[in-house]
């Protein structure tokens, strides 16, 4: 954060801050309630228990914290959660970039693994397009830190986010809002359910974004960084027995937004670098198509008190139609056009007991998943084209199971296993083709000047990731634990590799591990007015899969390899203070500290230095105040939003598009009617203004006209609604 920057944060500071004096000034009698915080219960064990009572590190936002924040995206619980990254990936609108304690996945490209799994109503996505997803008809969402395995489905190394959708009530009920603002952003969410019968239910979501791009394409004039995205989704309850319940979702987005070429950050060939970070010059911000759609099937079978039996089954697929400038001038320097298509079928089986000292959960869980692609590097410099083409076939078997035991009123065990069997098939094809176009993409009907690559392998891997922690409660408010667990990745194939340059990688890359020990303390104070949950932990990282990406003189090469080990160490914070009447003090922080041990020059190329996404300090302040204007006024609630990351990396290696530290200031108003079935709010976020890169790519040389691109997050924008509820 520069000197600069610290004018503008003061005065978008005043500004939260008069919102909230003015508030306070006018205070009526706050609710009754609110002298004390309500108690957190999550399902990040499959059972509803107390935030505190969880021997796991978790952080937990309902429905009505994510409206007082004025959160669109889980991309916003990045400044909310501890050691959390989540961003839009690079050049897309809706493909997700997610890091929990420095691991997670970069790269989209279906040759890659999730490092942070993504579960909707427990239905794991196994692919980041369309994974940036709008928070609209949901519950609760829940984020989960460190190896998470004996209790999902889809064993996921980093950290899990749990998406929990809204129930569909008894009664005929309804939501909707209309929102304008910045950019001429227009938006419309409507959500409702019904009974049909009182053993039927039905509800739907639709959710409509759409605003204007923060830049331009100057040379053809398109918008960059604009929205236009539609999202559905409906919903079928049966309910034959009181004991036996079905539930049928399916949903369904479309995102059509303009290609994003990022901001050129090192000039070329006498083009100077725009001053406005979200202008360019590439000259191809036509317009993307990504579609996701799924459709799932819960049945929930209570045999009695103590067992209640599961089946979710799941089928998603998903296209993506994309073009990424990465030398970002009118020339293809290096430009990208590329399709991705993907398709997933999986089943899992639970069964869940609860029954005096003991409960827990086990199951088994299937999943079969086909990712393929295709994509041109356009090198105007060669006059020639690297194409690129294969697929990736995953069948994944997995038994888990995880329990708790109290072996006094006091002292709790639990330990779990999960045993993880995978098996990949790959086909990976990489030609140099004569022309700024492959005869995939347009390009003159022709023979390859050149095959890099040209092979089909076939891996299987398995692993056994245990777990166990012990915890005890020192009072009923204040809970302490120690943890150990595993994390396990399964190898795979790089899709980008070039047998000329790298022959190994016909051979895949291999599994990797990483074994975190913890240690927590969760508690209530002062009756119930203080809410501290704090945690530090300790991480081996072996066998690390580390990728790189280089130009060279025939095309960006690329490596992966299990060359790393390292260990990643932090302390996290979350504290919620009921400070008086309807005003909250929310703060959360963390300290992250993460360097690699060993790291061999992987074919030549120097070894990485530094992580990606993992800042060594994060923290937020929120204060938020609600307050009853009187019987015919309704209730007023506004809050404000500080939050601070330091610096970052966020390509493969240390390179000019690093980010340094910077603050984000948010402030949100909502005035609720005293019926409760209307709200108007305005939202105001990033309120200084700030400029910060959320991603970007590193291909510097001439050959590549200075490939060095910038992806930033949003400017400062402001947002009114207009809401009904009935």
Not at 435 to 449: E, I, M, R
Not at 564 to 579: P, Q
Not at 640 to 650: D, E, I, K, N, W
Request: charged share 15%.
């Amino acid at each position: 954060m520069t000197s600069e920057t610290n004018p503008r944060i003061r005065r978008a500071l005043l500004l939260a801050s008069a919102a909230f004096i003015c508030t306070a000034l006018g205070a009526g009698r706050a609710h009754a309630d609110d002298d004390q915080l309500q108690e957190v219960t999550v399902t990040a064990r499959h059972i509803a228990e107390s935030l505190k009572d969880t021997p796991v590190a978790v952080s937990a936002f309902s429905e009505d914290q994510l409206l007082t924040q004025g959160a669109a995206d889980i991309t916003d619980l990045t400044y909310l959660t501890p050691s959390t990254s989540m961003f839009v990936g690079r050049g897309s609108n809706s493909t997700l970039t997610a890091y929990i304690r420095g691991i997670g996945q970069q790269d989209p490209t279906w040759g890659s693994e999730p490092g942070v799994g993504l579960y909707v109503d427990d239905v794991y996505y196994a692919r980041p397009q369309a994974s940036v997803l709008d928070i609209y008809n949901v519950s609760q969402i829940e984020v989960l830190r460190g190896p998470q395995g004996t209790l999902y489905g889809r064993n996921t190394i980093g950290g899990a986010v749990k998406y929990v959708t809204a129930d569909l009530s008894d009664t005929p009920t309804g939501d909707a809002r209309v929102s304008y603002g910045s950019y001429n952003e227009h938006d419309f969410v409507a959500s409702g359910s019904t009974p049909v019968t009182d053993k039927v239910r039905l509800g739907f979501a639709v959710a409509d974004y759409n605003h204007d791009g923060w830049g331009k394409d100057l040379t053809t004039g398109a918008s960059i960084d604009n929205k236009d995205m539609v999202a559905g989704r409906v919903t079928v309850e049966f309910l034959p027995t009181d004991d036996f319940t079905v539930k049928i979702n399916a949903d369904k987005t479309w995102d059509m937004s303009n290609a994003n070429p990022g901001h050129k950050e090192v000039a070329y060939g006498g083009y100077p670098i725009l001053s406005n970070v979200y202008d360019s010059l590439a000259g191809e911000s036509s317009r993307n198509y990504v579609m996701d759609e799924g459709v799932s099937m819960t049945a929930t079978w209570i045999i009695d008190p103590q067992w209640t039996l599961k089946s979710i089954s799941a089928y998603r697929q998903g296209d993506t139609k994309t073009n990424i400038d990465f030398d970002g001038l009118p020339g293809d320097y290096l430009g990208v056009p590329g399709f991705y298509s993907d398709n997933q079928k999986s089943e899992e089986v639970q069964a869940q007991y609860t029954g005096g000292r003991l409960r827990g959960v086990m199951g088994v869980f299937y999943m079969n998943s086909n990712a393929a692609g295709d994509f041109d590097e356009q090198l105007a410099n060669l006059g020639l084209t690297d194409y690129l083409q294969g697929h990736v076939l995953t069948n994944s078997w997995a038994g888990y199971g995880d329990g708790s035991f109290d072996i006094t009123d006091q002292l709790t065990l639990s330990a779990g296993g999960r045993y993880s069997y995978d098996e990949k098939t790959g086909q990976v094809y990489n030609a140099f083709f004569v022309g700024l176009a492959s005869p995939a993409f347009g390009g003159a009907a022709q023979n390859p000047l050149l095959v890099n690559t040209n092979y089909t392998n076939h891996k299987s891997w398995g692993d056994f990731t245990p777990r166990v922690s012990l915890s005890y409660k020192f009072t009923p408010d204040i809970t302490s634990y120690v943890s150990f667990a595993e994390g396990f990745r399964s190898g795979g194939f790089d899709i980008r590799g070039n047998g000329t340059f790298t022959p190994q990688t016909v051979n895949g890359y291999n599994p990797e591990k990483v074994k975190t020990y913890e240690a927590g303390v969760k508690g209530n104070y002062f009756d119930h007015k203080l809410s501290v949950n704090l945690d530090g932990y300790y991480s081996q990282y072996d066998q690390q899969q580390v990728g790189v990406q280089v130009p060279t003189s025939g095309g960006v090469e690329s490596v992966i390899e299990n060359a790393g080990r390292s260990h990643i160490e932090g302390i996290e914070l979350e504290a919620v203070a009921r400070l008086f009447g309807g005003l909250t003090a929310t703060a959360s922080g963390a300290y992250t500290y993460a360097q690699f041990d060993s790291l061999p020059v992987l074919n030549g190329i120097p070894p990485l230095q530094g992580f990606q996404y993992a800042p060594k300090w994060t923290g937020s302040l929120e204060l938020a105040y609600t307050t009853e204007l009187g019987d015919k006024m309704g209730s007023l609630t506004t809050s404000g939003t500080v939050a601070y990351r330091s610096f970052t990396q966020l390509y493969d290696t240390p390179s000019v598009i690093d980010q340094g530290g910077y603050t984000v200031v948010d402030a949100n108003i909502i005035w609720t009617a005293p019926s409760g079935h209307w709200s108007v709010s305005l939202k105001g976020a990033n309120l200084t203004d700030e400029r910060y890169r959320v991603g970007g790519y590193n291909l510097n040389g001439a050959l590549y006209g200075n490939s060095v691109v910038g992806f930033y997050g949003a400017p400062r924008t402001f947002l009114s609604s207009i809401s009904a509820h009935f």
